[in-house]
């Protein structure tokens, strides 16, 4: 997973700002950045905040907890629902943002930058490997493990989830 | 944990017309609504039970609509709920268990006077948008109610309600892969408890928030067992299946003893780790939720203290001290009635015309909001 240089690189995909300097996890609407040598920050997309409704409360396991990708590093309330935040890949908790702790609007707000909420030591390796497990894949709004790298296919799978969540009168047009 | 699990607890006990005839005859092909009645519960129990029929869903167990009563009142935390909301020492001081839930929602005092019920169903057979979810599984609470003749509708901020005041309390949360909503049929409600177990800085947000309370929250005497049977009926209806008598499955029962020694630990009971408060800030505002859009705030700035109750976004009440200063108790009632009736977002512009005491406040409301507001 290389760095990005210079400027990060976003686009206006079906009303939403999206990021393209980054990896996605399709079904829990995660992305992944790399932050450091063997390190990467994880965060929701812009979609997955939308759907999940306004968020009142975020908690995050300890730091030092080892994740195995689709396990849960946190949990997110809205609506008075409490539901997971799945790990997009495997590593160690190194950070947790206590800022987004104490304000979950920001991962509103900024949902790429200042709202993101957990630094995870992953390798290259480990990140490729998630990916290769998602071989099979079908069509680009499928449910499905792995991580999204390729920033037109990022776009094409976003797009296509916008579409048919506004389809499905799921977020507003 | 010392308490045992009697052979018969999870059995279904009599609910008077739980399973009317009709309920999925008609369709002898569809899944099973398993109905469990856990009947009076301990205080613990009251949370156990259900919490391990939302493992035992995630593990294959079928949908289940679960019902249970506490047997003693407690003081019971939302998962993300602070235990210093929580006035312990007076809970302490009168017998009263503090646990804390997996699911979301406020600090609620809950007792014998309310029937708790939850429906639990795989993740994959909800919407996967949490309101979606939310209006689907307690959509068929409210048909239960209009049923036993409460007239209540499910509101824009989808709480359950009778006009303007809350009936039903609810959470929802996912246990491993089952989602689980709860709720309550209150017959009678003790809105001075449930505001006297609440930690507050001082004695007017308690005035202002029990106020709200009686303004906000009603409960509704309805028979218990009619209501029973009425839930039963629109949730068989609502989600296609069969409602059938059940019990817990022997995981479940194993389960149940594990949450016992988990909802008994103090690691649970302190909750998720929460980060200090940023160097240099005020104090954290108190507020407290009465029900969606009905809160009680106390916060303070440069020792100017703010207690205010803020309906629908505007200033409902408002008590303000200037404090350090020579601030004249006259000007303090202006500015409260100046205050009183308006939005919460013109609240700095109007304490902007009482001068530097009326800059602190306005920094104190700031404070208290308008996030959650």
């Known amino acids: 997973m290389g760095a990005l240089m210079g400027q990060p690189a976003r686009a206006r995909v079906a009303g939403f700002e999206l990021a393209l300097d980054r990896r996605y996890q399709p079904e829990t609407h995660m992305w992944v950045l790399p932050s450091g040598p063997a390190r990467a920050r994880i965060g929701m997309d812009p979609l997955g905040i939308e759907t999940s409704g306004t968020l009142a409360q975020l908690s995050f396991v300890p730091i030092g907890t080892e994740l195995t990708a689709g396990s849960p590093f946190g949990q997110l309330e809205a609506a008075k629902f409490v539901g997971p935040l799945i790990s997009p890949v495997s590593g160690a908790v190194l950070a947790v943002n206590d800022a987004v702790v104490r304000d979950p609007g920001l991962a509103e707000r900024d949902p790429y930058g200042a709202g993101w909420m957990i630094e995870a030591g992953v390798t290259e390796a480990g990140v490729t490997q998630a990916r290769r497990t998602d071989d099979s894949r079908g069509d680009v709004t499928g449910a499905r493990a792995g991580l999204l790298a390729d920033p037109a296919e990022i776009s094409a799978w976003f797009a296509a989830k916008v579409a048919d969540y506004r389809l499905k009168g799921v977020i507003a047009q | ?373």
């Open chain 2, 1 to 373: 944990m010392a308490e045992p699990l009697s052979p018969e607890a999870g059995a279904l006990r009599p609910v008077a017309g739980a399973l009317p005839p009709e309920v999925g005859a008609l369709r002898p092909e569809v899944g099973a609504l398993r109905v469990v009645d856990f009947g009076l519960s301990s205080p613990l129990r009251s949370q156990t039970l259900w919490h391990a029929i939302g493992f035992g869903v995630s593990a294959g167990a079928p949908t289940t609509l679960s019902f249970t009563r506490p047997a003693a009142p407690y003081v019971c935390l939302g998962y993300h709920g602070a235990l210093d909301d929580v006035d312990q020492e007076y809970c302490r001081a009168h017998g009263l268990p503090v646990l804390r839930r997996m699911v979301g929602g406020g600090t609620v005092y809950l007792d014998a006077d309310q029937v708790f019920f939850q429906i639990c169903l795989p993740a994959q057979a909800v919407p996967p948008v949490r309101w979606r979810a939310l209006r689907m599984l307690l959509e068929p609470a409210v048909t239960a109610f209009r049923a036993v003749g409460v007239p209540a509708a499910l509101d824009d901020d989808l709480e359950i309600c009778v006009g303007h005041r809350k009936v039903c309390g609810h959470g929802a949360g996912q246990i491993e892969e089952a989602v689980v909503v709860c709720g309550n049929l209150i017959q009678r409600f003790d809105h001075e408890r449930a505001a006297r177990v609440l930690a507050l800085p001082g004695p007017a947000q308690r005035e202002q928030t029990l106020a709200l309370m009686r303004r906000f929250v009603a409960a509704t005497p309805v028979d218990p067992a009619a209501f029973q049977a009425a839930m039963v009926s629109a949730y068989a209806a609502a989600l296609g299946l069969r409602a059938v008598p059940g019990q817990l499955n022997p995981v479940e029962r194993r389960t149940v003893a594990d949450l016992d020694d988990k909802f008994s630990s103090e690691a649970w009971l302190a909750g998720p780790a929460r980060p200090l408060p940023a160097a240099g800030t005020d104090r954290p505002a108190r507020r407290v939720k009465v029900r969606a859009g009905v809160w009680t705030l106390a916060s303070e700035h440069d020792g100017a203290q703010v207690t205010a109750s803020v309906v629908r976004g505007t200033v409902d009440r408002v008590r303000l001290r200037a404090g350090g200063s020579d601030w004249p108790a006259r000007q303090a009632e202006l500015a409260e009635q100046a205050v009183t009736g308006i939005p919460w977002g013109s609240v700095a512009d109007v304490l902007a015309d009482f001068g530097e005491p009326g800059r602190r406040l306005a920094a104190a409301f700031a404070a208290a909001g308008p996030g959650a507001l």
